[in-house]
């Protein structure tokens, strides 16, 4: 899939322009889904189990195809999605803890006012609450491509997200492909520092070999 970019630059303008809050939203024109922002890859598909540290602490319905009155596939997605549902006996909120994260995207279906996301930090505390309400042409019809996006949610530079939370008050909150930039792990940071050093390490001995094989030839 195509991966659309996030520039510092209009990130930077994106949080000048919002207001106080640990993360801020952002979203991609409209439908096809063109998969996970750069940086991004994705953790969650419904089609395969869920990447190492991205677990359910409550399940969404899942399901293939519309279904009238219970969910509509977001447009383009031909295979199974997640949705939450505040009617039809579904689970009306579903969260997934995850690692820390500095971003965090899905292909959200048929976008509608009713439904939300919320963002949690370490500890539990909410960092941020976005509705349908905040995406332009938020009317739930999901044959048009511009209520079927890709949204994001970018973390405040002191911010962290590690859970996200799925809520529906209506009919459902289709939603598939959830995507994530994760931060490095501690031994990750460990490898890639013990890598730069070992780069390090291999390039004055290359310098010293030349500077004595320079030598032995000035001799």
Known sequence: MMRFPLSAIALAAVFAAAPVCAATLISTPGAPDPGPFSGQRAVVTFDAPNAAGFTWASMPAVRTGTRQGTAAAPAGVANMFGFVSGSNNRPGVARLNTRALRSLSLYWGSVDAYNSVRLFGQSGNLL???SGSQLPFSNGDQLLARTNR??????????????VEFRSTGVAFEFDTIAANAVPEPASWLMLIAGFGMVGAVARRRE??????AAAVAA
Do not use: D, K
Request: no cysteine.
């Open 208 to 213: 010293q070999r030349a500077t004595g094989l």
């Open 150 to 163: 890709r949204v994001g949610f970018v973390a405040a530079p002191n911010a962290f997200i590690h859970a």
């Open 128 to 130: 941020a609450s976005f």
